[in-house]
């Protein structure tokens, strides 16, 4: 049973049936009411309530596609399923790697497994729209939270000390989609509250203008946050900011041309000696298990997106998207707390090797199911041929049942305090002056011998070596995409895998591939776009 926030996040959703619909995802939201709905309305504030309501609304909004789950998709044309921010994520940031690779045929999903996506892909206009989307909601939630909106509604003081967290909540939730947005689109619009609502064209902004929005947002909110692990579970603190600032520092050198891997160090050791964060001495596994809220895994996870089986509708997006899609072939979908499978996801032979053996590594970290599958994935459209994942379960970590089975109880932890250590370590190696090698191969073996992997030597703390264990450590959690990149092995011919540009032996592609286009349904709606290089 998890918190009540998480139940205004999900259930109360359903009740109240809020619902608005996307006009325009380069314009600033048009959030206001339609005829029968007065969501965002003036009205709709003066229910003291309706104040965390909203904020319901934009967490939420990470896990599934529309109220009531699936079902009232937020934005139109677009299903609640298919545009469950998370999923979208997973699938923007996973299949074009060499971590995943998915057997479905859907439009668009071929050309992403093989980085060949043009700006017609439905896939990447879905993830531009939910990110703009919630940057939508949050700027009108802070339209409407004003000083001089309060005063207007006559909110009590206490009331007004709650929102003004809430408000930085927002602002945080709106960067970490303006940091979605520039990483995977570079050169995007910026809009805030104090644009003007409804139909207008926002001017694009180069990705490293991007990057310098976001990055005073967050120093900014370390004024406003709640303190470091002060908060209600699934809602954000000072320190989910300062790891947002050390990720965007980390990949500075992508966003903007200029290296900021001492900045990168700095907030990492902030987080690792300062904040309510520490690292979880339970089994691997226990991370991504049905109780990872409450297990003790939950400790080192500073920002999750919360799931559970009973308050959240969303049979196809987030976390339910991910299990059952690793579900297939020989596989019993009871053995991983669900009603089935749907054949989709599995890891490419090139990410396997990375564990010394697959089928019977001491790693534990090396979650693979092989009976019936091969390693060599000749068909990619053929759910045996790739080794299955089994990763994220949705069974308790005592082994006994979750709430339900077609809905999973699974946190998907969106950042984690060994992401943390992985990143300080990685900054050192990069030349941070404030980095320790001695501290960092400590972390590293940290995380290593949680794993059961053994530990490693100063000798063997290199960059590649900490592109392998971030992809052994962090795998499907949403950055091999970014970290390929930032270590130049996503596009070209440097890293090889199955089925990268589209061949089955895999080849080199174009280095313009490091960004995706901007969708040609955006600039259809906003001309005054232009389209990325290559595209």
Same mark, same amino acid.
């Given at each position: 049973?998890?918190?009540?926030?998480k139940y205004?996040?999900?259930?109360l959703?359903?009740?109240?049936?809020?619902?608005?619909?996307?006009?325009?995802?380069?314009s600033?939201l048009?959030?206001?009411?339609?005829?029968?709905?007065?969501?965002?309305?003036d009205?709709?504030?003066?229910?003291?309530?309706?104040?965390?309501?909203?904020?319901?609304?934009?967490?939420a909004?990470?896990?599934?596609?529309?109220?009531d789950?699936d079902?009232?998709?937020?934005?139109?044309?677009?299903?609640g399923?298919?545009?469950?921010?998370?999923?979208?994520?997973f699938?923007?940031q996973e299949f074009?790697?060499?971590?995943?690779?998915?057997?479905?045929?859907d439009?668009?999903?071929?050309?992403?497994n093989?980085?060949?996506w043009?700006?017609?892909?439905?896939?990447?206009?879905?993830?531009f729209?939910?990110?703009?989307?919630?940057?939508?909601?949050?700027?009108? %939630? $802070? +339209?409407?939270? &004003?000083?001089?909106k @309060?005063?207007?509604?006559?909110v009590d003081?206490?009331?007004?000390a /709650?929102?003004?967290k809430?408000?930085?909540?927002?602002? %945080? $939730? +709106?960067?970490? &989609?303006?940091?979605n @947005?520039?990483d995977l689109?570079g050169?995007?619009?910026?809009?805030t /509250?104090?644009d003007p609502?409804?139909f207008?064209?926002?001017?694009?902004?180069?990705?490293?203008?991007v990057?310098?929005f976001?990055e005073?947002?967050l120093?900014?909110l370390?004024n406003t946050?709640?303190a470091?692990?002060?908060n209600?579970y699934?809602?954000?603190?000072k320190t989910?900011a300062?790891?947002?600032?050390a990720?965007?520092?980390l990949?500075?050198?992508?966003?903007?041309?200029?290296?900021?891997?001492?900045?990168a160090?700095?907030?990492?050791n902030?987080?690792?000696?300062g904040?309510?964060?520490?690292?979880a001495?339970?089994?691997?596994r226990?991370l991504?298990?049905a109780?990872?809220?409450?297990?003790?895994?939950?400790?080192?996870?500073i920002?999750?997106i919360?799931g559970?089986?009973?308050?959240?509708?969303?049979?196809g997006?987030g976390?339910?998207f991910?299990?059952?899609?690793?579900?297939?072939?020989?596989?019993?979908?009871?053995?991983?707390?669900?009603d089935g499978g749907?054949?989709?996801t599995?890891a490419?032979?090139?990410?396997v090797?990375?564990?010394?053996?697959?089928?019977?590594t001491?790693?534990?970290?090396?979650?693979?199911y092989?009976?019936?599958q091969?390693?060599?994935?000749a068909?990619?459209?053929?759910?045996?041929?790739?080794?299955a994942?089994?990763k994220?379960?949705?069974?308790?970590?005592?082994?006994?049942?979750?709430?339900?089975?077609?809905?999973?109880?699974?946190?998907?932890p969106?950042?984690?305090?060994?992401?943390?250590?992985?990143m300080?370590?990685e900054?050192?190696?990069?030349g941070a002056?404030?980095?320790?090698?001695?501290t960092?191969?400590?972390?590293?073996?940290?995380i290593r011998?949680?794993?059961?992997a053994?530990?490693?030597?100063?000798?063997?703390?290199?960059l590649?070596?900490?592109?392998?264990?971030?992809?052994?450590?962090?795998?499907?959690?949403?950055?091999?995409?970014?970290?390929?990149?930032?270590?130049?092995?996503?596009?070209?011919?440097?890293?090889?895998w199955?089925?990268k540009g589209?061949?089955?032996?895999?080849?080199?592609?174009?280095e313009?591939r490091?960004?995706m286009?901007?969708?040609?349904k955006?600039?259809?709606?906003?001309?005054?776009?232009?389209?990325?290089p290559?595209?």
């Amino acid at each position: 049973m998890k918190i009540s926030f998480k139940y205004i996040s999900y259930f109360l959703l359903f009740i109240l049936g809020l619902n608005m619909t996307l006009t325009s995802c380069t314009s600033d939201l048009d959030v206001k009411p339609t005829d029968d709905d007065e969501f965002l309305s003036d009205d709709f504030f003066k229910d003291p309530a309706s104040y965390k309501q909203v904020m319901a609304k934009l967490y939420a909004g990470l896990y599934v596609g529309g109220n009531d789950g699936d079902a009232s998709p937020d934005i139109f044309g677009l299903g609640g399923d298919f545009s469950s921010y998370l999923r979208l994520l997973f699938v923007t940031q996973e299949f074009p790697t060499d971590e995943a690779i998915v057997a479905w045929s859907d439009d668009g999903l071929p050309a992403i497994n093989g980085q060949k996506w043009s700006p017609s892909n439905q896939f990447l206009y879905g993830i531009f729209s939910r990110a703009f989307y919630e940057i939508s909601i949050a700027n009108e %939630f $802070l +339209r409407q939270t &004003s000083e001089e909106k @309060l005063a207007e509604r006559g909110v009590d003081a206490n009331l007004k000390a /709650e929102i003004v967290k809430f408000r930085a909540e927002a602002r %945080f $939730l +709106r960067a970490f &989609s303006y940091v979605n @947005l520039m990483d995977l689109f570079g050169n995007v619009p910026i809009t805030t /509250e104090n644009d003007p609502v409804g139909f207008f064209y926002p001017e694009q902004k180069s990705r490293a203008q991007v990057f310098a929005f976001v990055e005073s947002e967050l120093k900014d909110l370390d004024n406003t946050l709640a303190a470091s692990g002060a908060n209600e579970y699934g809602r954000v603190d000072k320190t989910a900011a300062k790891f947002l600032l050390a990720q965007i520092y980390l990949n500075s050198k992508v966003y903007t041309g200029t290296e900021r891997n001492n900045d990168a160090a700095i907030a990492c050791n902030e987080i690792i000696t300062g904040s309510a964060y520490s690292f979880a001495d339970v089994p691997y596994r226990y991370l991504f298990a049905a109780d990872n809220d409450r297990n003790g895994a939950q400790r080192e996870v500073i920002f999750p997106i919360v799931g559970d089986g009973n308050a959240i509708r969303a049979i196809g997006g987030g976390m339910s998207f991910i299990i059952h899609a690793s579900i297939g072939g020989k596989m019993v979908g009871a053995d991983q707390g669900m009603d089935g499978g749907w054949s989709g996801t599995r890891a490419r032979p090139e990410f396997v090797k990375l564990f010394p053996d697959a089928t019977a590594t001491a790693d534990q970290r090396g979650t693979f199911y092989t009976n019936g599958q091969t390693l060599d994935i000749a068909d990619y459209g053929v759910f045996s041929n790739g080794y299955a994942v089994t990763k994220f379960t949705n069974i308790n970590s005592d082994g006994s049942a979750a709430q339900r089975n077609d809905v999973p109880d699974t946190d998907f932890p969106m950042y984690r305090l060994s992401d943390v250590y992985l990143m300080y370590a990685e900054a050192t190696l990069r030349g941070a002056a404030s980095g320790n090698v001695a501290t960092s191969l400590e972390y590293v073996n940290k995380i290593r011998l949680r794993a059961k992997a053994g530990v490693v030597t100063t000798s063997d703390l290199t960059l590649d070596f900490i592109l392998d264990e971030r992809g052994r450590e962090l795998f499907w959690e949403c950055h091999r995409r970014t970290d390929l990149i930032r270590f130049g092995k996503f596009t070209g011919g440097s890293k090889i895998w199955q089925w990268k540009g589209g061949v089955k032996n895999g080849s080199g592609t174009e280095e313009f591939r490091n960004l995706m286009p901007i969708p040609s349904k955006t600039i259809q709606a906003n001309p005054t776009l232009k389209q990325n290089p290559g595209y």
